[in-house]
């Protein structure tokens, strides 16, 4: 091919200016080397693209068809250049996201709320169908960023990012019996009545662990999503007991009718961002730094 974006851009000075002279100073060359360009395009394509009338160039039929398609290459050339800098500079593009807890997202809203005012032309979208094998996710190349309660530190060309430590506690009404204790142990949430996902104590989180180590299991139990809100509004009808993030109790405990207990000697989640080691979003560093600022300052304290 012939043409090159040189070419374009000294079809579109000549048609502008209509002069070698001025279109060779737009262009910051010396009017002979501008002709000596033109000539040799000509003779590539096989015929006159500009034609001398009154000391000024006109194009010919051919030149103003070519001339044409080089203003629309080079218009889009630039938008394209200028989007690439946007994407390696991380503000713009589509970051896609998932958590493992679905109780989690209600730290999305202030996460985005800042995150987007640094990152106007950027979009977060949520994967929430990822969140049941984020890393899986990840490394398919199906989600650029996962927030996980554990390091997973063993998992290949992945990058874990800690964020924060917290503590699982148990949910209860303010008029349940076990309202007046500080801390419960595993085997009193075998004895009431379980409102929530059975993926809360699935055998690799926290409480699985912990039934699994007194080899108890919940025997009743009614699996709700929490992002329905039900389990909440059950347990605070005093109708049994629901295990969350103290950092998602805390917004719940505000009018008084719920307490948080916290389990055995503690259960804690290990939060961490989840990103490909490399070839990943440019727009998940941001996030994370932005996720880092809205961190719950009481996450792992316990209630006096």
Not at 13 to 19: I, V
Not at 59 to 87: C, D, K
Not at 122 to 136: K, M, N, Y
Not at 277 to 301: N, Q, R, V, W, Y
Request: aromatic share 6%.
């Amino acid at each position: 091919m012939s043409l090159d974006v040189r070419h374009l851009q000294l079809l579109v000075a000549l048609d502008e200016h209509g002069s070698l002279h001025a279109a060779a100073s737009h262009l910051h060359l010396s009017a002979s080397a501008l002709s000596l360009q033109l000539r040799d395009l000509e003779n590539h394509l096989g015929g006159r693209l500009f034609e001398r009338r009154w000391r000024r160039l006109h194009v010919t039929p051919a030149g103003e068809r070519l001339t044409h398609s080089a203003r629309v290459i080079l218009s889009e050339l630039a938008r394209t250049e200028a989007e690439t800098r946007e994407l390696l500079a991380g503000r713009t593009g589509v970051l896609r996201i998932t958590t493992e807890c679905m109780q989690s997202y209600r730290w999305l809203p202030s996460v985005l709320q800042g995150w987007t005012q640094a990152h106007p032309n950027a979009e977060v979208t949520v994967i929430p169908e990822a969140g049941h094998a984020p890393l899986v996710a990840l490394q398919q190349g199906t989600i650029d960023l996962a927030v996980v309660v554990e390091t997973h530190s063993t998992q290949a060309r992945l990058r874990f990012t800690p964020l924060f430590r917290d503590e699982l506690v148990a949910l209860v009404s303010a008029k349940h019996p076990l309202a007046r204790r500080r801390r419960i142990t595993v085997r009193a949430l075998t004895e009431e009545m379980y409102w929530g996902s059975r993926d809360s104590f699935a055998p690799q989180t926290p409480l699985g662990r912990a039934l699994a180590r007194e080899g108890l299991n919940l025997p009743r139990v009614t699996p709700l999503p929490f992002a329905s809100g039900a389990p909440v509004e059950m347990v605070r009808a005093n109708q049994g007991v629901t295990v969350c993030p103290r950092w998602f109790a805390e917004s719940e405990l505000a009018r008084g009718d719920l307490v948080d207990l916290s389990i055995e000697r503690g259960l804690w989640l290990h939060w961490s961002a989840a990103t490909v080691e490399a070839g990943g979003s440019p727009l998940a560093a941001s996030f994370i730094e932005e996720m880092k600022h809205h961190c719950p300052p009481t996450a792992g304290k316990r209630r006096a």
